[in-house]
T-cell receptor, first 118, second 113 residues
């Protein structure tokens, strides 16, 4: 397994266009997360899936954002009618329960998709 | 809600100097605490983790102790190297539930020869 894979690595789009990102998690991980990181800030939680079910969406995730995880495998994050404020690094992570650590989970992050809206 | 506060950077140290990056947290219950590192041009990597009070996480010469009484998880290294130059993020995740991670704003470390 090569870890969490995100595509594309970079995306430049014009304001108002729709964009879609893909995340392929580690195959045995049943939990998948999307985060957004802007310059000089820590990653901010966007949404979370357990298998194919989307269990939480942050208030940061406006109606223009939608995420799916069909069949509990890869996930897509779509942004409709992009705005310049959407420019950021979009990170995907997957996790599984660590054995013997009292319920703690091990996270693995992908390298991210950098979105630039011009 | 849960939050993490870490010292602002950038931090500039000479090679072989002692490093401390302060981190304090606010959370309900008993979260897990961790440090992530982001090297230039690379993705986030888990550096070390502690899951309960008084646990010490360690990796690559870095260590941090989960102090419930002071709600802190300070990162330390006895002798930094140029290769340690990176951005370090303190983070917490809740026990149970879905384990989303709350990150601090990051501290940039630059080690000069």
């Amino acid at each position: 397994d090569t870890g969490v894979s995100q595509n594309p690595r970079h995306k430049i789009t014009k304001r108002g266009q729709n964009v879609t990102f893909r995340c392929d998690p580690i195959s045995e991980h049943n939990r998948l997360y999307w985060y957004r990181q802007t310059l000089g800030q820590g990653p901010e939680f966007l949404t979370y899936f357990q298998n194919e079910a989307q269990l939480e969406k942050s208030r940061l995730l406006s109606d223009r954002f939608s995420a799916e995880r069909p069949k509990g495998s890869f996930s897509t994050l779509e942004i409709q009618r992009t705005e310049q404020g959407d420019s950021a690094m979009y990170l995907c992570a997957s996790s599984s329960k660590l054995t013997g650590t009292g319920g703690a989970y091990g996270y693995t992050f992908g390298s991210g998709t950098r979105l630039t809206v011009v | 809600g849960d939050s993490v506060t870490q010292m602002e950077g950038p931090v500039t140290l000479s090679e072989e100097a002692f490093l401390t990056i302060n981190c304090t947290y606010t959370a309900t219950g008993y979260p897990s605490l961790s440090w992530y590192v982001q090297y230039p041009g690379e993705g986030l990597q888990l550096l070390l983790k502690a899951t309960k009070a008084d646990d010490k996480g360690s990796n690559k010469g870095f260590e941090a102790t989960y102090r419930k009484e002071t709600t802190s998880f300070h990162l330390e290294k006895g002798s930094v190297q140029v290769s340690d130059s990176a951005v370090y993020f303190c983070a917490l995740s809740g026990v149970g539930g879905y384990q989303k991670v709350t990150f601090g704003t990051g501290t940039k470390l630059q080690v000069i020869p």
